[in-house]
């Protein structure tokens, strides 16, 4: 991973090495739609780090906050809609379902979920 850390567009809690990550935003989150990680990309806790990573070809992503929490939801089963269901009850009084939505549209555009 490369020296100096970011944090992708909107504070999502994703960190990468390098220049900042642009997002477009690409396609409307919906309550309906199953989100799981792309076949390439694992998510995986480094405990020399005490942090969460994704590990995909050529690249490691760092995340932070409670991105992974979100990711780890991920899975192809749970919808949207469960998932900010799940979310808000870990995490009573926090507007999880704006966030977690603006996150997913994130990670999406850049590929790292489907």
Request: proline share 6%; hydrophobic share 45%; net charge negative.
């Amino acid at each position: 991973m490369s020296g100096g850390a970011e944090t992708a567009p909107g504070g999502t809690g994703v960190v990468t090495g390098g220049a900042e990550t642009a997002s477009s935003g690409t396609g409307v989150v919906t309550g309906e739609w199953r989100p799981a990680l792309a076949p390439a990309i694992i998510l995986r806790h480094d405990p020399v780090r005490g942090a969460d990573l994704l590990v995909m070809p050529e690249r490691i992503v760092l995340l932070k906050g409670e991105a992974a929490a979100v990711l780890r939801l991920c899975d192809g089963a749970r919808t949207v809609a469960e998932i900010v269901g799940e979310l808000r009850d870990g995490f009573p009084g926090a507007p999880v379902a704006d966030d977690v939505a603006e996150f997913l549209g994130q990670v999406r555009a850049e590929g790292w979920v489907r």
